[in-house]
């Protein structure tokens, strides 16, 4: 099963993370290399929290996506199981309809 929700995800967290980037991009030029390298190790920090983040939520959702699968899988398990119940009750009443013609109506 493809997890289309975890790249959705994704995306949009690496979306944010690259505008940032393009941010201390612009200042690149102008800031010293020693405040740069903190800047960057701060984003990566945030970045994997993010990651940590995402991971969780997509867990959770995943559990959803499965507890609804088996709910739905049981109650079809439970359809099929009372339509069969159905069946079976419809066969015995035309077997006893079948007697009672052949009986004379009695």
């Known amino acids: 099963?493809?997890?289309y929700n975890k790249n959705k995800l994704i995306n949009e967290c690496l979306t944010k993370y690259?505008?940032?980037?393009s941010h201390t991009l612009d200042t690149a030029d102008f800031v010293p290399e020693k405040y740069n390298d903190k800047i960057n190790a701060y984003i990566f920090k945030n970045m994997k929290k993010a990651f940590k983040r995402l991971?969780?939520?997509d867990k959770l959702f995943q559990k959803q996506v499965?507890?609804?699968?088996?709910?739905?899988?049981?109650?079809?398990?439970?359809?099929?199981?009372?339509?069969?119940?159905?069946?079976?009750?419809?066969?015995?009443l035309a077997k006893k309809q079948n007697?009672?013609?052949?009986?004379?109506?009695?």
């Open 66 to 92: 499965r507890k609804k699968q088996a709910q739905k899988k049981k109650q079809e398990k439970r359809c099929a199981k009372a339509e069969q119940k159905r069946l079976k009750r419809e066969r015995k």
């Open 1 to 3: 099963m493809l997890n």
């Open 55 to 57: 991971d969780r939520e």
């Open 99 to 106: 007697k009672k013609s052949k009986k004379g109506g009695k």
């Open 18 to 21: 690259y505008e940032t980037f």
